[in-house]
Nanobody, 125 residues
Framework: QVQLAESGGGLVQNGGSLRLTCAAS????????MGWFRQGSGKEREFVAA????????YYANSVEGRFTISRDTVKSMMFLQMDNLNPDDTAIYYC??????????????????WGQGTQVTVSS
């Protein structure tokens, strides 16, 4: 099992930027993919971005493409989400997650088995 801890959330104005960090501990994330998901108030948790841990292949939700950038540091076992040009629709709790081994479906929430506690991102209008 991989223990995950997010940080970097906060309150930002419309058009602002934040950088989220996910630190992994315990079993080294050997899974093919790690991802970011978010859940707004009264909404279902949704896919945001994912990255291949070894090859660095990236996937993004249409709603964040061009504004968010996912990256990772395999030496430090950390993952990042740079969020630019934020808008109020981005307000949510953001979670990092580790996919179950050998899953080829990095955008599907049900494929992820280890989750962090989440970090709140609030964008004011």
């Amino acid at each position: 099992q991989v223990q995950l801890a997010e940080s970097g959330g906060g309150l930002v104005q419309n058009g602002g930027s934040l950088r989220l960090t996910c630190a992994a501990s315990g079993r080294t994330p050997a899974s093919f993919f790690m991802g970011w998901f978010r859940q707004g108030s009264g909404k279902e948790r949704e896919f945001v971005a994912a990255i291949g841990w070894h090859g660095g292949t990236t996937y993004y939700a249409n709603s964040v493409e061009g504004r968010f950038t996912i990256s990772r540091d395999t030496v430090k076992s950390m993952m990042f989400l740079q969020m630019d040009n934020l808008n109020p629709d981005d307000t949510a709790i953001y979670y990092c997650a580790s996919i179950r081994p050998n899953s080829p479906h990095p955008t599907q929430l049900t494929e992820y088995e280890d989750w962090g506690q989440g970090t709140q991102v609030t964008v004011s209008s």
